[in-house]
């Protein structure tokens, strides 16, 4: 039982790093795109 919630652990820190990665990414995203537009204008 230990070993399953130690993996279920592991599942969960995984998830929720990969979770705010795509977070940073799409402000980084959003961000280049309006420096892009403002060069662009």
Same mark, same amino acid.
């Given at each position: =039982?230990? #070993?399953? +919630? !130690? %993996?279920?652990? #592991?599942?969960? #820190? /995984?998830g *929720?790093?990969? *979770? =705010?990665?795509? @977070?940073? =990414? !799409?402000?980084?995203? *959003?961000? %280049? /795109?309006?420096i =892009? +537009?403002? *060069? @662009? /204008?």
């Amino acid at each position: =039982m230990k #070993v399953v +919630n !130690r %993996s279920f652990f #592991v599942h969960a #820190v /995984l998830g *929720y790093c990969f *979770y =705010m990665k795509a @977070i940073i =990414m !799409r402000l980084f995203f *959003y961000k %280049s /795109l309006a420096i =892009m +537009n403002q *060069y @662009i /204008l």
